[in-house]
């Protein structure tokens, strides 16, 4: 059996931690509750920060204008 690629690792890794966070946190304290009272207190940023997410995991948003992509690219650059 093929080991899996690091960034298939990486999403279970990630996968793992947010389901045993909602089901190990206390009452109200659950990530889509936190993301509530984010949307309640600060409704614009809260959405375009979804929806930035969401288009970039799309690949969707031009690499000009991702964030993701622009942060990753300082990674590319070092010459590691």
Request: charged share 20%; hydrophobic share 40%; glycine share 8%.
């Amino acid at each position: 059996m093929e080991r899996p690629r690091p960034s298939t690792a990486a999403w279970g890794v990630l996968a793992g931690g947010v389901l045993a966070y909602d089901l190990l946190s206390p009452n109200g304290e659950t990530l889509s509750e936190r993301c509530d009272d984010w949307i309640e207190s600060h409704r614009a940023a809260t959405y375009a920060a979804i929806g930035v997410t969401a288009l970039h995991l799309a690949n969707l948003l031009p690499q000009r204008v991702d964030p993701f992509y622009r942060l990753t690219s300082f990674k590319n650059n070092r010459g590691d």
